[in-house]
Protein backbone atom coordinates (compact mmCIF):
# COMPACT_ATOMS: atom_id res chain seq x y z
CA UNK A 1 0.00 0.00 0.00
CA UNK A 2 0.84 3.92 -0.20
CA UNK A 3 3.07 4.60 2.26
CA UNK A 4 5.59 7.96 3.57
CA UNK A 5 8.71 7.96 5.04
CA UNK A 6 10.59 10.86 6.92
CA UNK A 7 13.68 10.93 8.46
CA UNK A 8 13.45 10.67 12.00
CA UNK A 9 13.77 13.54 14.51
CA UNK A 10 14.16 15.56 16.50
CA UNK A 11 16.51 18.08 14.50
CA UNK A 12 17.93 20.12 16.38
CA UNK A 13 19.41 23.44 14.76
CA UNK A 14 20.83 27.03 15.43
CA UNK A 15 19.12 30.36 14.23
CA UNK A 16 19.43 31.28 10.88
CA UNK A 17 20.71 27.62 9.99
CA UNK A 18 19.84 26.02 6.82
CA UNK A 19 16.97 23.04 7.41
CA UNK A 20 16.79 19.96 5.11
CA UNK A 21 13.67 17.15 6.30
CA UNK A 22 13.45 14.27 4.18
CA UNK A 23 10.59 12.64 2.64
CA UNK A 24 10.23 9.93 0.24
CA UNK A 25 7.09 7.64 -0.85
CA UNK A 26 5.81 4.39 -2.25
CA UNK A 27 2.35 5.17 -3.68
CA UNK A 28 0.26 4.08 -7.06
CA UNK A 29 0.43 6.49 -9.65
CA UNK A 30 0.99 9.95 -8.79
CA UNK A 31 -0.04 11.50 -5.89
CA UNK A 32 -0.23 14.65 -4.46
CA UNK A 33 2.31 15.61 -2.03
CA UNK A 34 1.69 17.89 0.96
CA UNK A 35 3.84 19.49 4.13
CA UNK A 36 1.65 20.27 7.42
CA UNK A 37 2.98 21.21 10.60
CA UNK A 38 2.14 21.23 13.93
CA UNK A 39 2.78 23.84 15.93
CA UNK A 40 2.69 23.27 19.91
CA UNK A 41 -1.18 22.99 21.00
CA UNK A 42 -2.24 23.02 17.57
CA UNK A 43 -3.56 21.60 14.89
CA UNK A 44 -2.15 20.35 11.88
CA UNK A 45 -1.76 23.41 8.95
CA UNK A 46 -0.66 22.91 5.54
CA UNK A 47 2.56 24.21 4.91
CA UNK A 48 2.36 23.81 1.17
CA UNK A 49 1.76 20.94 -1.39
CA UNK A 50 2.66 20.00 -4.99
CA UNK A 51 -0.14 17.92 -6.90
CA UNK A 52 2.32 16.53 -9.77
CA UNK A 53 6.18 15.81 -10.90
CA UNK A 54 8.48 18.54 -11.08
CA UNK A 55 6.01 21.26 -9.23
CA UNK A 56 7.90 23.11 -6.32
CA UNK A 57 5.29 24.24 -3.31
CA UNK A 58 6.49 27.05 -1.27
CA UNK A 59 5.49 29.03 1.80
CA UNK A 60 7.12 31.20 4.68
CA UNK A 61 10.23 30.43 3.43
CA UNK A 62 10.05 26.55 3.26
CA UNK A 63 10.31 24.88 -0.42
CA UNK A 64 9.85 21.46 -1.32
CA UNK A 65 9.58 19.96 -4.98
CA UNK A 66 8.08 16.88 -6.32
CA UNK A 67 10.73 14.61 -8.05
CA UNK A 68 9.32 11.78 -9.18
CA UNK A 69 12.42 10.12 -10.27
CA UNK A 70 13.10 9.35 -7.01
CA UNK A 71 10.06 9.58 -5.29
CA UNK A 72 10.97 12.26 -2.95
CA UNK A 73 9.53 15.55 -1.32
CA UNK A 74 12.17 16.82 0.76
CA UNK A 75 11.44 19.99 2.66
CA UNK A 76 13.88 23.02 3.26
CA UNK A 77 14.30 26.35 4.36
CA UNK A 78 17.51 28.45 3.85
CA UNK A 79 17.50 30.21 7.08
CA UNK A 80 15.54 28.87 10.36
CA UNK A 81 13.76 31.07 13.24
CA UNK A 82 13.42 30.30 16.12
CA UNK A 83 9.21 30.49 15.67
CA UNK A 84 9.77 27.76 13.14
CA UNK A 85 10.13 25.11 15.67
CA UNK A 86 7.30 22.72 15.38
CA UNK A 87 6.87 19.06 14.16
CA UNK A 88 6.33 19.20 10.70
CA UNK A 89 4.51 15.95 8.63
CA UNK A 90 5.14 14.71 4.95
CA UNK A 91 1.80 13.04 3.92
CA UNK A 92 0.61 12.14 0.59
CA UNK A 93 -2.91 11.87 -0.97
CA UNK A 94 -3.63 8.54 -2.00
CA UNK A 95 -5.77 7.55 -5.11
CA UNK A 96 -6.69 4.22 -4.17
CA UNK A 97 -10.30 3.67 -3.14
CA UNK A 98 -11.32 6.71 -4.98
CA UNK A 99 -11.99 9.37 -2.78
CA UNK A 100 -9.08 11.43 -0.91
CA UNK A 101 -7.00 10.44 1.79
CA UNK A 102 -3.99 11.41 2.98
CA UNK A 103 -0.91 8.90 4.16
CA UNK A 104 0.92 10.79 6.63
CA UNK A 105 4.65 10.18 7.89
CA UNK A 106 5.51 10.01 11.01
CA UNK A 107 6.62 13.67 11.57
CA UNK A 108 10.05 15.10 12.54
CA UNK A 109 10.14 17.53 15.26
CA UNK A 110 12.21 20.41 14.94
CA UNK A 111 13.95 22.35 17.38
CA UNK A 112 15.30 26.28 16.56
CA UNK A 113 17.78 27.59 19.53
CA UNK A 114 18.51 31.20 19.36
CA UNK B 1 -10.05 33.15 8.30
CA UNK B 2 -12.16 29.89 8.22
CA UNK B 3 -11.11 26.78 10.53
CA UNK B 4 -12.28 23.28 11.98
CA UNK B 5 -12.87 23.45 15.72
CA UNK B 6 -13.18 19.91 17.65
CA UNK B 7 -14.61 19.51 21.24
CA UNK B 8 -13.73 18.75 23.92
CA UNK B 9 -9.44 19.02 23.93
CA UNK B 10 -9.13 16.47 26.17
CA UNK B 11 -11.37 13.51 27.66
CA UNK B 12 -10.68 10.86 30.09
CA UNK B 13 -12.74 7.76 29.83
CA UNK B 14 -13.15 4.54 31.79
CA UNK B 15 -12.77 1.37 29.72
CA UNK B 16 -15.77 0.54 27.63
CA UNK B 17 -17.62 3.62 28.54
CA UNK B 18 -18.69 5.20 24.91
CA UNK B 19 -17.68 9.06 23.97
CA UNK B 20 -18.59 11.05 21.14
CA UNK B 21 -15.85 13.31 19.84
CA UNK B 22 -17.46 16.71 17.98
CA UNK B 23 -16.52 18.51 15.14
CA UNK B 24 -17.48 21.57 13.05
CA UNK B 25 -15.93 21.39 9.51
CA UNK B 26 -15.49 24.37 7.61
CA UNK B 27 -19.03 25.52 6.75
CA UNK B 28 -19.10 25.28 2.68
CA UNK B 29 -16.79 22.05 3.03
CA UNK B 30 -18.39 18.68 1.52
CA UNK B 31 -16.26 16.18 2.47
CA UNK B 32 -15.24 15.13 6.24
CA UNK B 33 -12.64 13.16 7.61
CA UNK B 34 -11.15 11.63 11.33
CA UNK B 35 -7.31 10.77 11.52
CA UNK B 36 -6.42 9.49 15.08
CA UNK B 37 -2.63 9.62 16.56
CA UNK B 38 -1.48 7.37 19.08
CA UNK B 39 1.16 8.71 21.00
CA UNK B 40 4.53 8.46 19.27
CA UNK B 41 3.18 7.03 16.24
CA UNK B 42 2.17 7.88 12.86
CA UNK B 43 -1.15 9.74 11.79
CA UNK B 44 -3.73 7.42 10.34
CA UNK B 45 -6.80 7.94 8.16
CA UNK B 46 -9.87 6.64 9.90
CA UNK B 47 -12.72 7.19 8.04
CA UNK B 48 -14.05 9.73 5.24
CA UNK B 49 -17.73 11.25 5.38
CA UNK B 50 -19.63 12.52 1.84
CA UNK B 51 -23.30 13.16 1.11
CA UNK B 52 -23.91 11.97 4.52
CA UNK B 53 -22.35 8.66 4.29
CA UNK B 54 -19.31 6.94 4.79
CA UNK B 55 -17.20 6.88 1.32
CA UNK B 56 -14.23 5.11 3.00
CA UNK B 57 -13.02 4.02 5.93
CA UNK B 58 -10.01 2.34 7.08
CA UNK B 59 -9.36 -1.32 8.84
CA UNK B 60 -8.89 0.22 12.22
CA UNK B 61 -12.74 2.04 11.93
CA UNK B 62 -14.42 -1.11 13.12
CA UNK B 63 -18.15 -1.56 14.58
CA UNK B 64 -16.94 -0.09 17.58
CA UNK B 65 -17.01 3.17 15.83
CA UNK B 66 -19.26 5.39 13.82
CA UNK B 67 -19.42 8.58 12.61
CA UNK B 68 -22.40 10.96 12.07
CA UNK B 69 -23.60 14.40 10.85
CA UNK B 70 -26.38 15.43 13.31
CA UNK B 71 -27.14 19.00 11.82
CA UNK B 72 -25.59 20.83 8.93
CA UNK B 73 -22.72 22.00 11.18
CA UNK B 74 -21.54 19.33 13.24
CA UNK B 75 -19.87 16.21 12.63
CA UNK B 76 -18.98 13.39 15.23
CA UNK B 77 -17.04 10.58 15.83
CA UNK B 78 -18.55 7.80 18.02
CA UNK B 79 -16.44 4.81 19.84
CA UNK B 80 -19.03 2.90 21.96
CA UNK B 81 -16.68 0.86 23.90
CA UNK B 82 -13.69 2.38 24.60
CA UNK B 83 -10.95 0.16 24.56
CA UNK B 84 -7.33 0.83 26.31
CA UNK B 85 -5.98 0.98 22.59
CA UNK B 86 -8.06 3.91 21.54
CA UNK B 87 -6.21 6.23 23.89
CA UNK B 88 -5.46 8.99 21.21
CA UNK B 89 -5.25 12.23 19.58
CA UNK B 90 -7.98 12.71 17.11
CA UNK B 91 -8.13 14.88 14.47
CA UNK B 92 -11.27 15.95 12.10
CA UNK B 93 -10.71 17.55 8.92
CA UNK B 94 -12.68 18.96 6.09
CA UNK B 95 -12.18 19.88 2.33
CA UNK B 96 -14.76 21.46 -0.58
CA UNK B 97 -13.37 17.97 -2.90
CA UNK B 98 -12.50 14.85 -1.60
CA UNK B 99 -12.37 12.78 -4.88
CA UNK B 100 -8.86 10.70 -5.37
CA UNK B 101 -6.77 12.75 -7.48
CA UNK B 102 -7.86 16.32 -7.04
CA UNK B 103 -4.97 17.37 -4.41
CA UNK B 104 -7.69 19.33 -2.25
CA UNK B 105 -6.37 20.85 0.94
CA UNK B 106 -7.40 19.14 3.77
CA UNK B 107 -7.94 21.02 6.93
CA UNK B 108 -7.54 20.19 10.48
CA UNK B 109 -8.94 21.14 13.76
CA UNK B 110 -6.52 21.24 16.70
CA UNK B 111 -7.40 17.94 17.93
CA UNK B 112 -9.24 15.95 21.14
CA UNK B 113 -6.92 13.69 23.25
CA UNK B 114 -8.81 10.84 24.78
CA UNK B 115 -7.17 8.88 27.57
CA UNK B 116 -8.94 5.59 28.14
CA UNK B 117 -8.36 4.17 31.80
Known amino acids: GDSVTQMEGPVTLSEEAFLTINCTYT??????LFWYVQYPGEGLQLLLK?????DKGSNKGFEATYRKETTSFHLEKGSVQVSDSAVYFC?????????????FGAGTRLAVHP | EPEVTQTPSHQVTQMGQEVILRCVPI?????FYWYRQILGQKVEFLVS????????KSEIFDDQFSVERPDGSNFTLKIRSTKLEDSAMYFC???????????????FGPGTRLLVL
Open chain 2, 93 to 107: ASSYNGLAGGGETQY
Open chain 2, 49 to 56: FYNNEISE
Open chain 2, 27 to 31: SNHLY
Open chain 1, 91 to 103: ALSSLAGGYNKLI
Open chain 1, 27 to 32: ATGYPS
Open chain 1, 50 to 54: ATKAD
